[in-house]
């Protein structure tokens, strides 16, 4: 197909157009958070393999390490096809979490601890290659609208707990066990991305569009309010659905026609695709059949696909000293060794490794204060909600407040961190049943960082390298989840336990060689407020980052794509005006017919 020949109907022009990639890409992130359900099995891993509560946080460690241990993923993304880290994640996917499933149905000998970690943490590193295979490309695709893209793309994954929950309730009729929602977590992910593997890409379109580029900007934005629109209307059914199973017992076709309903609300979007594809394609074909125009104004969407020229310099140590301008394209190392990376990682550490220390024991503090079983998968679904809202409310809300009042990004980071602070009080405290508040407030925070940090990393060090550089600042999230979930939960919950079965030497003997259970708020008092205190010097951190970063916040910091996409029309408008001049040297197109 020549370049300017288009597609050959509209329905070619919807599933290769760049808005079915990002379609594409919802799905695959809506089915690649399963690593924020460990709360809902954590139990049956616990009490089938008997271990204590910091052996499990252990295990939750690797989980949230191969979830967050994207470096590879980005640097293979820099020499190989998207669809290649795709099929990666996938078979991932599958491996970590059936070995799991096989383990805690007795299909195998019994796994070792670190059998356990390893296979936790292969299943859980598949969502990095999600991330850099839907994530890094969707970015790349809409540079000038990332902060939105990054919100929706991870807004998805956050509803994905409450839409694993429907789907596995449906299933199982909510008689199934922790079991079979593992083996589900395993297949049903791998299966999207290798649906959709050769459809997420980067995507070179051009449309002849006599709109000026402020426009088509506006006519972009649109689009993704409505994305918006459809993912919160998903939100919003989901957290009515909780509300009412929690009040009424459903039957099994009850379950059915809610996990439908649920699965025609994510098939949403492809609505507003098609119906935007479609109309791009009439426009392009209007404007090419016209006569005689004015000079097409044309709309080139070009990012530099990896290649190994480029990749070549990616890993160069040139310049690591005097690095570019914040803003242009950073090197690996250059990003890597920057005052600023090093702030966005402790904040990170701080941060996202309290939010995942809270999701990851919901169900143990639940238990602790003395919440019935059946509240366990409410909190998951009630995190899963509302970290969907805190990122798409924090994609949205901060590219609007950055492109209309120049708030920096950062100081908006700084306040979710300071507002985290309240969930984790209200744990440490046992304020009576305030748990459902405090998965509100947690679930919203976490979900409100990961967007912006991405973001930031994109503005700060430019896109070329973006696959690499937000893996590494993902990394700092298991070294916080290490540190607070493992040396700080884990320790004191299980010193807690031993006081109270030694303190009742009936009780001692009678579990001796159980498990360690915990009850009443001194299980987790200690250990939140710890949370909370280090929570709060990364915010300290991100101001830090405020000041060192406000004049660069303060200009236009997309005037550089701007220029790019003035300097690819005029590109573009000349190669047309070459290619009909030649048609006249060649007699196949009289002047005539040029006006």
Known sequence: ?????????????????????????????????????????????????????????????????????????????????????????????LFGYLMIYLALAGSIPRPRLWHMCLYICIGANSQSFANTGALVTSVKNFPQSRGIVLGLLKGFVGLSGAMFTQIYYAIYGGRGNSRALVLLIGWLPAAVSLAFIGTVRVVKTTVSSPYSPARRRRREFKVFCRFLYASAALALYLMVVIVVQKKVAFTHPEYGASAAAVLVLLLLPLAIVAKEEISLYREKKKEKHAAPPPPPVSVSIAVEESSSSSSSTALSCTGVLSPPRRGEDYTIFQGLLSVDMLIIFVATICGLGGTLTATDNFGQIGESLGYPPGSVATFVSLISIWNYAGRVAAGFAS????????????????????????????????????????????????????PMFFAIISELFGLKYFSTLFNFGALASPIGSYVLNVQVVG???????????????????????????????????????????????????????????????????????????????KKEVAAEEEKENHKVEAGELRPSDQG
Not at 418 to 447: D, E, R, T
Not at 543 to 555: A, K
């Open 1 to 93: 197909m020549s370049k300017n020949s288009g597609p050959t109907s509209a329905a070619v022009a919807v599933a290769t157009g760049r808005w079915f990639t990002v379609f594409a890409s919802f799905l695959i992130m809506s089915a690649a958070g399963a690593t924020y359900m460990f709360a809902s099995y954590s139990k049956e891993i616990k009490s089938t393999l008997g271990y204590d509560q910091q052996t499990l946080n252990t295990i939750s460690f690797f989980k949230d390490l191969g979830a967050n241990v994207g470096i590879h993923a980005g640097i293979i993304a820099e020499f190989v096809p998207t669809w290649v880290v795709l099929a990666v994640g996938a078979a991932m996917n």
């Open 399 to 450: 590219e609007m407040l950055l492109s209309k009042y120049k708030l920096p990004r950062p100081l908006l980071v700084a306040a979710v961190l300071a507002l985290s602070c309240a969930g984790y009080l209200l744990i440490a405290f046992g304020v009576p049943q305030s748990l459902y508040a405090a998965s509100v407030v947690i679930g919203f925070c976490f979900g409100a960082q990961t």
């Open 491 to 569: 320790r004191l919950y299980d010193r807690e336990a031993v006081r109270q079965r030694e303190a009742n030497s009936a009780a001692a003997t009678a579990a001796a060689g159980k498990e360690l259970t915990c009850i009443g708020v001194e299980c987790f008092k200690t250990s939140f407020v710890i949370i909370a205190a280090v929570t709060l010097f990364g915010a300290a951190a991100m101001m830090v980052l405020v000041w060192r970063t406000r004049d660069f916040y303060r200009g236009d910091i997309y005037a550089k794509f701007r220029e790019e996409e003035e300097e690819e029309e």
